[in-house]
């Protein structure tokens, strides 16, 4: 599984509390993504980083930022969370030489 | 964008039968499509995949194949057994680009009865 790690596992928090969930890699990969998965949507981008301090928007970005300081860790931020936010997040990591994605095992967060 | 359209959202087959899934894309640059496999409560696992310059791809009982003109690509599996129960995701590159930012279909709950 690519050495993928993703912390917290589960979390339950208030609405319009930040929220920092963590993605984790040991394989050097330069590509990291994060996703959200809602039933009936499959899966969507939320943002992406294609280096240490390079990264962009996805599909769904708004309400959420991201932060890449070492090639090994991948930080999703939730400024505000909201209700719409509950999801199952999950990180994805690619090497530069392929277009093969990995998963980690995810979390999931529920905004009550 | 890419849009990726995933049919059908369910399926049930008996075991040994065989089931087929298709999707279509609409970026007619995209050059890559992977199909991702997703048991309940797990992460998404790759299965197979296959680049735009290549028709068909086999791995035992899984295959994909791929028509550029009409922009779409299946799934195929044979001889299905019981722990094929899962939901089957689609996904395209986004068309032209190194990013590698894949859009996904919304998947298929595929049943295998014994």
């Known amino acids: 599984d690519a050495g993928i790690t993703q912390s917290p596992r589960h979390k339950v928090t208030e609405t319009g509390t930040p929220v920092t969930l963590r993605c984790h890699q040991t394989?050097?990969?330069?590509?990291m993504y994060w996703y959200r998965q809602d039933p009936g949507h499959g899966l969507r981008l939320i943002h992406y980083?294609?280096?240490?301090?390079?990264?962009d928007k996805g599909e769904v970005s708004d309400g959420y930022s991201v932060s890449r300081s070492k090639t090994e860790d991948f930080l999703l931020t939730l400024e505000s969370a909201t209700s719409s936010q509950t999801s199952v997040y999950f990180c994805a990591t690619r090497g530069g030489d392929t277009y093969e994605q990995y998963f980690g095992p995810g979390t999931r967060l529920t905004v009550t | 964008g890419e849009n990726v359209e995933q049919h059908p959202s369910t399926l049930s087959v008996q075991e040994g039968d065989s089931a087929v899934i298709k999707c279509t894309y609409s970026d007619s640059a995209s050059n890559y499509f992977p199909w991702y496999k997703q048991e309940l409560g797990k992460r998404p696992q790759l299965i197979i995949d296959?680049?735009?310059?290549?028709g068909e791809k086999k791995d035992q009982r899984i295959a994909v194949t791929l028509n550029k003109t009409a922009k779409h690509f299946s799934l195929h599996i044979t001889e299905t057994q019981p722990e094929d129960s899962a939901v089957y995701f689609c996904a395209a590159t986004l068309g032209g680009s190194t990013l590698g930012r894949l859009y996904f279909g919304r998947g298929t709950q595929l049943t295998v009865w014994p």
């Open positions: 394989e050097n990969h330069r590509y």
């Open positions: 296959i680049r735009s310059n290549v």
């Open positions: 980083s294609y280096g240490v301090k390079d990264t």
